[in-house]
C-alpha cells in the first residue's frame, strides 16, 4: 500500500514557475515507477510527466517538453514536478501516481496509487 501527497500548488502568473512535490509513505518506494497527470476542468486526465523506478529514465508529453521536469528521491521518499515557462492552458488540478513496475506510462489506467491532487492555476 502507497500513500501519496501532493503539495506545492498555487497560484502563479504566466510565465513563472512552480515546484509540486509528492510524498509518498511506505519502505518499498523504490519498486514503484511515478507519473505526474493533470486535469483540467471539462476535460479527461492527462499524462504530463514519468519517471521510471530508478530515476533513470523519463518521458514527457510534448506539451511540457523543454519546460517541466521530473525527478525523484527514492531516500526520502519524494518525487518532485519543477514546472517553468508556465502558460495559463496548464491551469489543471495535478496529481501523482504510483505503478509497481520499472518504468511509467502515459496510461492512467495502469496506476494502482493516486495522491488527492494540487490546484495549479496561471493567470494571463
Known amino acids: 500500500q502507497v500513500q501519496l501527497v501532493e503539495s506545492g500548488g498555487g497560484l502563479v502568473q504566466a510565465g513563472g514557475s512552480l515546484r509540486l512535490s509528492c510524498a509518498a509513505s511506505g519502505r518499498t518506494f523504490g519498486d514503484y515507477a511515478m507519473g505526474w497527470f493533470r486535469q483540467a476542468p471539462g476535460k479527461g486526465r492527462e499524462f504530463v510527466l514519468g519517471?521510471?523506478?530508478?530515476?533513470?529514465?523519463?518521458a514527457y508529453a510534448d506539451s511540457v517538453k523543454g519546460r517541466f521536469t521530473i525527478s525523484r528521491d527514492n531516500a526520502k521518499n519524494a518525487v518532485y514536478l519543477q514546472m517553468n515557462s508556465l502558460k495559463p492552458e496548464d491551469t489543471a488540478i495535478y496529481y501523482c501516481a504510483a505503478r509497481r513496475t520499472t518504468s511509467s506510462s502515459t496510461t492512467y489506467r495502469t496506476y494502482d496509487y493516486w495522491g488527492r491532487g494540487t490546484q495549479v492555476t496561471v493567470s494571463s
Open positions: 519517471i521510471s523506478r530508478s530515476g533513470g529514465s523519463t
